[in-house]
Nanobody
Framework: QVQLVESGGGSVQAGGSLRLSCAAS????????MAWYRQAPGKQRELVGI???????TYAASVKGRFTISRDSAKNTMYLQMNSLLPEDTAVYYC????????????????WGQGTQVTVSS
C-alpha cells in the first residue's frame, strides 16, 4: 500500500550534524502532513517536528533552532537536518505521515517508517 523508508542515521560526535530522509511510496494521492518522532531507550516516543502540505513547520522545544524539517513534494520525501547535535538527541527516529489514498476518500491514513538510529557521543 504505502511505505515510508527512512535513511541517513548514524553515529556522530556532539556538535556534529546529520541529515535524515523519509521517502514515501505506494498508492499515494496526496500527503497531508509528515512528521518526525524519536524514541530514546526507556523513554516514550516523542514528536520532533511536523511539516504540512502547506510547508508549515512546528518543532519540539528541545530541537527548535537546531533541527530543520523540509520536503520535496515532487519526490514525496521529507528531510530532517539536525545540527548542533547533543547526546540527548540519541534515539531511533521515525517518519510518520498522514496520507490520502484516493481523491474520493476524505479519510487520511497514518503510516510509520521502520526507524533509523541516531547516536550522538559526547
Amino acid at each position: 500500500q504505502v511505505q515510508l523508508v527512512e535513511s541517513g542515521g548514524g553515529s556522530v560526535q556532539a556538535g556534529g550534524s546529520l541529515r535524515l530522509s523519509c521517502a514515501a511510496s505506494g498508492s499515494i494521492f496526496a500527503i497531508y502532513r509528515m512528521a518526525w518522532y524519536r524514541q530514546a531507550p526507556g523513554k516514550q516516543r516523542e514528536l520532533v517536528g511536523i511539516i504540512t502540505y502547506a510547508d508549515t513547520t512546528t518543532y519540539a522545544a528541545s530541537v527548535k533552532g537546531r533541527f530543520t524539517i523540509s520536503r520535496d513534494s515532487a519526490k514525496n520525501t521529507m528531510y530532517l537536518q539536525m545540527n548542533s547535535l547533543l547526546p540527548e538527541d540519541t534515539a531511533v527516529y521515525y517518519c510518520n505521515a498522514d496520507i490520502y489514498l484516493s481523491d474520493d476518500d476524505e479519510v487520511r491514513y497514518e503510516f510509520w517508517g521502520q526507524g533509523t538510529q541516531v547516536t550522538v557521543s559526547s
